[in-house]
């Protein structure tokens, strides 16, 4: 079983359309995050969920919006997509009373806005 | 964070040691090392860490200068599937250390033939 899973593997969509990508983690963590890769390859962390609690949010345009309906899933929604939202995202879990710190990725959801 | 430099890209000739360096002048006392590396449409993957002893794990080596401001990490056998951007990263550590971990551009090693 992937240890940590995300769907859609790819998705292309139209300016302005909503759309979720679903993230969800067997490993038993208890913190889950979303990071945005650009084409330039910078991977940037978005959001970061401890217990169903949100504990990071950088800089991200309102129409991002995560839902965590329990400690296995991590949700991504996104209102109104722009162009310059097409990027690869990835979720990823760890355990944060580890110290290790020891991030596990999923494959990536590549959105490509048209 | 303490901020690292690591070059831009790197070769290797298969099964030799690929020696990827990393210098992080600014590193405080409490900050730990940390490798992850990201094969080409992969998610990035965990591959070692350490705060000041030297670590050797299944994947990789890491050696830690005793000043602490540069490290170099040790692929023994380079094999062609080891090519992958490689993301060295200074963090606290202890409980919570994966949160932000903050990825720069890497370095580029690409094991030939």
């Known amino acids: 079983d992937t240890a940590v899973s995300q769907t859609p593997k790819y998705l292309v969509t139209q300016m302005g359309n909503d759309k979720s990508i679903k993230c969800e983690q067997n490993?038993?963590?208890?913190?889950m995050y979303w990071y945005k890769q650009d084409s330039k390859k910078f991977l940037k962390i978005m959001f970061s969920?401890?217990?169903?609690?949100?504990?990071i949010n950088e800089t991200v345009p309102n129409r991002f919006s995560p839902k965590s309906p329990d400690k296995a899933h991590l949700n991504l929604h996104i209102n109104s997509l722009e162009l310059g939202d097409s990027a690869v995202y990835f979720c990823?879990?760890?355990?944060?009373?580890?110290?290790?710190?020891?991030?596990?990725f999923g494959e990536g959801s590549r959105l490509t806005v048209l | 964070d303490a901020k690292t430099t690591q070059p831009t890209s790197m070769d290797c000739a298969e099964g030799r040691a690929a020696n990827l360096p990393c210098n992080h002048s600014?590193?405080?006392?409490?900050?730990?090392v940390y490798w992850y590396r990201q094969i080409h449409s992969q998610g990035p993957q965990y591959i070692i860490h350490?705060?000041?002893n030297n670590e050797t794990n299944e994947m990789a080596s890491l050696i830690i200068t005793e000043d602490r401001k540069s490290s170099t990490l040790i692929l023994p056998h380079a094999t062609l599937r080891d090519t992958a951007v490689y993301y060295c990263?200074?963090?606290?550590?202890?409980?919570?250390?994966?949160?932000?971990?903050?990825f720069g551009s890497g370095t580029q090693l690409t094991v030939l033939p």
């Open positions: 990823a879990s760890s355990q944060d009373n580890r110290a290790r710190g020891e991030l596990f």
């Open positions: 490993l038993g963590h208890d913190t």
């Open positions: 969920y401890n217990n169903k609690e949100l504990i």
């Open positions: 600014t590193i405080s006392g409490n900050e730990y």
């Open positions: 350490g705060l000041k």
């Open positions: 990263i200074v963090r606290v550590g202890g409980s919570g250390s994966a949160r932000q971990l903050t």
